[in-house]
């Protein structure tokens, strides 16, 4: 595993440049991550760029050795943008528009801010796109980390072409989103709302079939400006790596991610944690995100103040990080993310962080390349699924409270699955991944989906271990109860009684049933089993029943 790091060379003087990379070379520091929050100072007016500084910074690390992961600043559009075209600022669900000041400050539908978007990645592709120095592309930052939704004109009537192209006609919307409750039938596609807050005495929502379609409309615009972003690059920077930095759930995971890395080179994602089981679930994660075949990713940031600092990178290496990419290499006396200490310290100094990483990359450790872990137990992460239980948490109006499906994967499950085996999970975003496990858990998968649910009795029959969580498949795709218990319930659980599972009128066991199905077996559980009762299940399924080595 290499190290790279953040360097903000429009943050510092040129005079301090020449310095700073060669303390990059002698620490072994091999590549550069910058310029994702640059757009200011390399496009001071509308076509009017400033170069100087951004070339002579890349080549002069190209002089010490050093590569250029160059990323395009679209993440913070500057000032004079903002009051060119204020509209480019999103609107929250209470109808408060956003400020500058921040950043993510923009909106994903605005055709003043696309335009602006393609103009500066388009001007930095084309000249910087066959760069001796630059190896490879990061597009923005944190795609749709800071602002979830928009509520603004434009999104509206995107959302609502949207709707019309998915449903054909608004009488087959209403029909299958049951829109006679309640008399909430449409006429037409344009009288339909975004899920914007309704100021009520007491808690109420929007439609739940709205709300999930509505956050499948949000993903997709996110997606397509980073596919802008990707075919731009690609056509001026043949060659290059392109990817870009995920973040952790912590704020949310409204943004398919799996879909976001269709089509570039290499799954990336930002991960701020001291906690191992935590690293090492999202390492597992990103890995998945280019399919199961695939056992490297790039960790794009990762947080420098940690004294298990070379315990962390070990863990890193161990699932699957090819470039860890440090944040950042000076500390900053201003500005949002100031701090005292980074790789170096704010007096210049080197900090322990420094000499840790020194030590890594001189005493073999930078060499050694990423483990190729392959484990043969899998969890099936689905995005909408996770959508669908954030809406329905009615009575919570935060995102920090909301995240149950999120937070239950990454602090419950995949923590009890990191005691159980220290080989991790294998994360799978694709119905055709089931065949690849040997035991394969599908949590809160709510959603039905036909050609999963005959990859999971194929998966069963031929002998694979499965566990799925009691509100497995009760929607379909429009977020509505379905009224009849898919087969598999039959198939796989002998679930003959023609209803679905109410967990409230069974014991409060984790474990609800187990069977036998051809040469595999199929587990039941609780949605809720906690820590401790993953643990205790993981072993017994797939370590074997005194908690052995594994199949891995």
């Not at 499948?216 to 001026?236: D, K, W």
């Not at 000499?355 to 930078?366: A, I, K, L, N, P």
């Not at 005959?454 to 694979?464: D, H, K, S, T, Y």
């Not at 409060?508 to 587990?523: D, F, N, Q, V, Y």
Request: charged share 25%; net charge negative.
């Amino acid at each position: 595993m290499r190290i790279g790091t953040a360097f903000y060379p429009e943050r510092h003087g040129r005079q301090f440049w020449a310095d700073n990379f060669a303390k990059m070379r002698d620490a072994g520091i091999a590549r550069i991550r910058i310029a994702e929050f640059a757009w200011s100072r390399l496009e001071t007016a509308p076509g009017q760029f400033t170069w100087d500084w951004l070339d002579e910074s890349i080549a002069l690390a190209g002089e010490y050795g050093i590569e250029v992961v160059l990323c395009t600043p679209t993440a913070c559009p500057p000032i004079w943008l903002v009051e060119e075209h204020p509209d480019i600022l999103p609107v929250d669900r209470f109808g408060h528009g956003f400020g500058f000041g921040a950043r993510q400050h923009r909106c994903y539908n605005s055709p003043a801010y696309l335009e602006a978007s393609r103009r500066i990645t388009e001007a930095m592709a084309a000249r910087y796109g066959e760069h001796s120095s630059v190896v490879a592309w990061q597009i923005d930052n944190e795609l749709g980390a800071e602002h979830k939704t928009c509520h603004c004109d434009r999104c509206r009537a995107a959302f609502q072409l949207f709707l019309a192209a998915k449903y054909h006609s608004v009488e087959e919307l209403n029909d299958r989103w049951g829109n006679g409750f309640w008399s909430q039938d449409y006429q037409r596609f344009d009288q339909v709302p975004t899920p914007v807050h309704l100021a009520a005495d007491i808690a109420t929502r929007h439609h739940p079939s709205l709300e999930l379609e509505y956050l499948r409309f949000r993903s997709e615009a996110v997606i397509r400006f980073a596919r802008m972003q990707t075919e731009l690059l690609r056509a001026h920077s043949p060659g290059r790596a392109i990817t870009t930095n995920a973040f952790m759930f912590r704020w949310g995971d409204l943004l398919n991610l799996r879909e976001l890395f269709d089509g570039m080179d290499v799954a990336g994602n930002d991960v701020y944690s001291i906690e191992p089981y935590e690293i090492a679930c999202y390492c597992d994660l990103t890995r998945g995100l280019k399919g199961l075949a695939c056992d490297r990713f790039w960790m794009m940031e990762y947080g420098t103040g940690s004294p298990a600092l070379p315990e962390e990178m070990k863990l890193l290496r161990r699932h699957g990080a090819d470039w860890l990419f440090l944040f950042k290499f000076n500390a900053f006396p201003w500005g949002q993310e100031q701090t005292q200490r980074a790789i170096m310290t704010i007096t210049a100094r080197p900090g322990p962080s420094y000499e840790m990483v020194r030590q890594w990359t001189q005493g073999g450790e930078g060499q050694a390349a990423p483990c190729s872990l392959r484990p043969r137990l899998g969890v099936y992460y689905h995005f909408e699924s996770s959508w669908s239980c954030y809406v329905d948490t009615w009575y919570v109006d935060t995102f920090s409270q909301r995240l149950t499906y999120a937070d239950y994967l990454v602090h419950t499950l995949y923590r009890g699955l990191f005691d159980a085996t220290a080989n991790g999970a294998a994360f799978a975003f694709r119905a055709e991944d089931v065949a690849e496990l040997d035991t394969l858990i599908v949590p809160r998968h709510r959603l039905y989906d036909a050609d999963l649910e005959e990859r999971l009795i194929a998966f069963v029959r031929g002998g694979g271990k499965l566990i799925v969580t009691a509100d497995l498949f009760v929607k379909n795709s429009d977020n509505v109860f379905l009224t009849q218990v898919p087969r598999i319930y039959r198939e796989l659980l002998e679930w003959g009684d023609g209803d679905f599972v109410f967990e409230r009128d069974l014991p409060a066991e984790p474990l609800i049933r187990t069977c036998s199905t051809g040469a595999g077996r199929t587990w039941l559980v609780r949605s809720d089993v906690d820590r401790a009762g993953w643990a205790k299940l993981i072993r017994e399924v797939h370590c074997g029943e005194e908690g052995g080595a594994g199949t891995d």
